[in-house]
């Protein structure tokens, strides 16, 4: 088609007509004000208008005398835009188009400051816009009439198997399409709107992006976005809420089963047309998401009289919001979970839901089967699935989109469980304690002596009689989800959770408290923790009193023998009979304590219970009874068996009762030279310390006594100890 471009007749005739210089001056010193009228009929679209007022207006058009390419120009537009309005044929529509956006371009380039020229260009400007919309419905309808042969969208799993002339006809309207698309980016703002698109949140107002929309991929979308509406909207059974799982994997199928042609067809086809920055699979995921957002609104007063379904049905929200972050834009701010969030009453009614099931999964949690027993990660199976369901809880909250409803979770579901678990190990330990009073109580009152029976029940029973199996695992579990919540208040989730939370608080409540006044806690879960680790300190010194109470009953026959003072002959190589019982009761023990202990409390329970029996071994053998060298030598091997059993270590030497081993090498010392020495080639004997404690005695000196006491291999005992055993040797020596 060859568009008729001729000036109007009445236009050209006005060119020819002579005017004298005065007349031409009147004219053109009045042509601004005289357009100034005229544009008003131009900005209305009004042509005919526009042309009967320069016929009436014919000194008007003596100012365009001297530019006859703008009465050209004039005649181009008019005709390129009737074209692109009348046109049939969609394709000499875009022809036209084209050449119309090329006199724009032309006239847009040229100095407006002239009158003539800033008329044209805003009559070009005018029929651009009324151009594209006027064939951009064209092309849409075009386009959508290449769905049916290509069998858009549901019989596109095999795109080997797609017809080629429906892919071309495809292709071709998605071109035209996208050409119409990039011509309007090329426009001004005040021609071509900003995108505006249906907020993907829970409220319905619009996000202003900073592009324009594709309108091929609206087009695209909406026989899915049909299809999707019809089904979420369809008859009994699409409004159950105990199954929501089903409405997010239709969506994510529907979109799975058009990934690939998206990818493959659609995404080159606008690379090719300089719209490479748009993501295709990401922008068509959106346009599927506002029926999705529209049948959870919808469901959302279901909700509400079924609050018992919203835990699972928030579940999937959350799990369905995560999978969407990685496919749409961040700008969108895409979130299901605000249709309940930014509902006061349906989200309360979700924290109420949560906390049932939270409590309801802790009772689970313990009493489970075995629950008590250690795994192999070194924690108990109770507090192993403890810490575990607070980390589900945290994955509940973590991707809420405000902050109210993350604080709400932490403070009304997650550090009300915490408490709970602790107020239980803390109702354990009392109950263990009241037991222990009790028993002690019922046999003093049988006996008639409360403390001897309470002793000699407490000799016969075993470590799991006593509870000290149940003490370690209690112990253990505490330790375990301090040290879990510790590892989390560090983490970046949750220390800026706290920053915000604090914050939030400060500026609720400022009016009584100056700024130096106001102290807020060190961090979130900082109290619990406290309360874990204190817990977990009395759990641990009652492990100790325990077995130190145990063993030291077991030790009583050997506590309270006579004999210490017989000849060298007599020395056993091993630990004395009486001392049997208590290395075998701490043998067990130890084996106790690392089997359901950290080692960080395995050690320090150890080394507490190490301390406790070399007092004990000091005052009620050491310092009460009367050593012979044999009876001292027998007590340095009673105390290293004794230190080898706290050690857990078999046939090895080890000094863990530093106090009873310095004592014992005292006692062992020979009197003379050739009497019996503890080890070979020992040069110091009884008479050498004895001696040198009694010249050390009459000096002031401290650092002299220490040395000496160094020197001699004692370093536990203080002077006055080792000088009350070496004096008491002494004298025992000239008795006997």
């Known amino acids: 088609m060859e568009f008729d471009v001729r000036a109007p007749e009445e236009l050209q005739a006005i060119t020819s007509d002579a005017f004298t210089a005065r007349s031409r001056a009147l004219v053109l010193k009045d042509t601004a004000a005289i357009l100034s009228k005229d544009l008003q009929n131009l900005r209305k679209g009004s042509y005919s208008l526009l042309l009967s007022s320069f016929g009436r207006q014919r000194d008007v058009l003596v100012a ?173 059974g699409t409004d159950r809420v105990d199954k929501p799982e089903w409405i997010f994997q239709y969506i994510l199928r529907q979109f799975d089963s058009l990934r690939p042609f998206l990818a493959r067809v659609v995404q080159q086809v606008l690379n090719s047309e300089g719209l490479g920055e748009y993501n295709v699979e990401s922008e068509f995921f959106v346009y599927l998401l506002h029926p999705l957002l529209a049948k959870l609104r919808r469901l959302s007063p279901i909700l509400r009289s079924n609050p018992h379904f919203l835990p699972h049905h928030a579940a999937e929200c959350i799990r369905f919001d995560v999978k969407a972050e990685f496919i749409i834009p961040p700008e969108y701010e895409f979130s299901c979970t605000r249709v309940i969030t930014d509902d006061p009453v349906t989200f309360e009614a979700w924290i109420a839901a949560e906390e049932q099931a939270a409590k309801h999964s802790f009772e689970k949690v313990l009493h489970r089967d075995k629950g008590w027993e250690v795994a192999e990660n070194g924690t108990t199976h109770v507090a192993e699935a403890f810490v575990g369901l607070l980390e589900g809880i945290t994955s509940r909250y973590s991707s809420l989109p405000s902050l109210r409803s993350r604080a709400a979770f932490v403070s009304r579901v997650q550090l009300p469980l915490a408490g709970d678990f602790l107020a239980r190990l803390q109702e354990l330990h009392e109950a263990h304690l009241r037991s222990i009073s009790l028993i002690g109580g019922l046999v003093g009152a049988v006996g008639g002596v409360r403390q001897q029976a309470k002793n000699e029940t407490k000799s016969t029973r075993s470590v799991e009689d006593d509870g000290i199996l149940d003490l370690c695992r209690w112990a253990n579990s505490a330790g375990f989800v301090a040290d879990s919540l510790s590892w989390w208040e560090d983490s ?234 070496v004096h008491r040797r002494e004298e025992t020596n000239r008795l006997y």
Request: glycine letters at 6%.
């Open 64 to 236: 365009l005398e001297t530019s006859k390419s703008h009465i050209e120009q004039l005649g181009r537009i008019r005709a390129y835009s009737i074209s692109v309005s009348d046109s049939t044929s969609s394709r000499e529509a875009m022809r036209a188009f084209d050449a119309l956006l090329d006199e724009w371009t032309h006239l847009s380039a040229q100095d407006s400051g002239g009158t003539p020229t800033s008329v044209l260009q805003e009559l070009a400007a005018k029929g651009v816009e009324k151009g594209w919309e006027s064939l951009l419905p064209v092309l849409t309808n075009d386009f959508k009439s290449s769905f049916a042969p290509l069998g858009w969208p549901a019989q596109l799993q095999d795109l080997s198997k797609l017809p080629k002339s429906a892919l071309q006809q495809f292709k071709a309207g998605l071109v035209d399409l996208l050409r119409v698309q990039r011509a309007g980016r090329a426009k001004p703002a005040s021609i071509m709107p900003a995108r505006k698109i249906l907020s993907l949140t829970a409220n319905t107002a619009n996000h202003t992006l900073p592009v324009e929309p594709i309108v091929a991929l609206e087009a695209l979308t909406d026989p899915v976005v049909l299809r999707l509406r019809y089904h979420f909207g369809g008859g009994r």
């Open 492 to 725: 970046v989730f949750f220390v800026t959770l706290w920053e915000e939370m604090r914050a939030e608080a400060i500026a609720l409540d400022t009016s009584r408290e100056t700024s130096e006044e106001r102290r807020a806690p060190d961090s979130l879960f900082g109290g619990i923790i406290e309360g874990y680790k204190a817990l977990e300190g009395r759990l641990l010194g009652s492990i100790v009193e325990e077995v130190v109470t145990l063993v030291a009953n077991q030790m009583r026959q050997y506590v309270q023998r006579r004999d210490w003072f017989y000849p060298v002959e007599s020395i056993t190589p091993a630990a004395s009979v009486e001392l049997g019982p208590a290395l075998s009761s701490l043998s067990n023990i130890i084996d106790v304590l690392r089997a359901n202990l950290s080692e960080s409390s395995c050690s320090s329970v150890v080394g507490k219970i190490a301390a406790r029996l070399d007092e004990r071994v000091l005052t009620n053998v050491a310092f009460t009874h009367t050593f012979s060298d044999a009876g001292g030598a027998q007590l340095q091997i009673d105390v290293a068996e004794l230190g080898r059993a706290i050690a857990g270590v078999r046939g090895a030497q080890w000094k863990f009762l530093p106090r009873s081993s310095d004592a014992s090498y005292l006692l062992s010392l020979p009197t003379t030279s050739d009497s019996f020495a503890p080890s070979s080639g020992s040069s110091i004997t009884l008479p050498f310390v004895f001696e040198s404690i009694r010249t050390l005695d009459l000096q002031d000196s401290v650092e002299a006594k220490s040395e000496f006491l160094s020197k001699i291999g004692l370093k536990s005992l203080s002077w006055a100890e080792a000088r009350r055993l």
